[in-house]
């Protein structure tokens, strides 16, 4: 688990930029491929499929696990306590996903792992649910986050569309243009961290408005 400084975010989400060229073919029937592996991960998170990769990464770790988000809720609530288990499941779960939405959103070209973390990083700190944790604030997270969830639903539009132009990108020069890149990566980085406050109730601290880190 890495380390957090006080000005970090205890959320941290990059996928390696790969320099070398890109495989057209699989490029070309990405979806078809991936398919078996979304079946996977729908198999083993309740994974949503709206068709909306903002929304389905949001409500997805609702239903991880028999609504693994109501029961979080009610441990730190009733308990203030957050079982290092349940911390643990999340953090795969949402590492897996991310994996595959890597492999989905063309950022990498190698089949995702449902275990190996192989290119894309995703790092979420640990609470102290006693010491960093208001047993209350879950109640509301939600709820605050609705700004994020508009600014999002935006952005993920955008990173639609600048996907599509990535695919043909990829496929006549056989590159993903970096600045694309990071700017869909950045997108997916701030969706992780609302994941975190609002529904993995990791941390207290507001998530950033921003794409970086």
């Known amino acids: 688990m890495a380390m957090y400084d006080d000005d970090m975010y205890p959320v941290q989400f990059s996928v390696d930029y790969p320099e070398e060229p890109r495989n057209r073919l699989t490029a070309l029937v990405r979806i078809i491929l991936a398919i078996p592996i979304i079946i996977i991960i729908a198999l083993i998170g309740g994974y949503s499929a709206s068709g909306d990769p903002d929304v389905d990464r949001v409500l997805s770790p609702l239903f991880a696990g028999g609504v693994v988000w109501v029961a979080t ?15 643990d499941w999340g ?28 290119a894309v990083h995703l790092d ?6 006693e010491g960093q944790l208001n047993r209350f604030m879950p109640l509301v997270k939600w709820l ?17 569309v600048v996907t599509v132009i990535a695919w043909f990108a990829i496929l006549i020069v056989g590159q993903y243009p970096r600045g694309m890149f990071d700017f869909v990566v950045g ?21 950033p408005f921003r794409l970086s880190e």
Request: glycine letters at 2%; proline letters at 6%; aromatic letters at 20%.
């Open 73 to 87: 809720l009610l441990m730190i609530l009733f308990r203030h306590k957050y079982p290092r288990w349940w911390f």
């Open 187 to 207: 997108v997916d980085r701030w969706t992780y961290r609302v994941i975190a406050y609002a529904f993995l109730l990791t941390t207290d601290r507001y998530p």
């Open 124 to 129: 979420i700190a640990y609470p102290d649910a």
């Open 144 to 160: 605050l986050a609705i700004p994020h969830y508009i600014v999002l639903i935006v952005l993920w539009i955008v990173a639609l």
């Open 91 to 118: 953090l795969e779960l949402n590492r897996f996903s991310a994996r595959v939405g890597a492999y989905i959103l063309l950022w990498r070209d190698e089949y995702p792992s449902t275990d190996e973390e192989q």
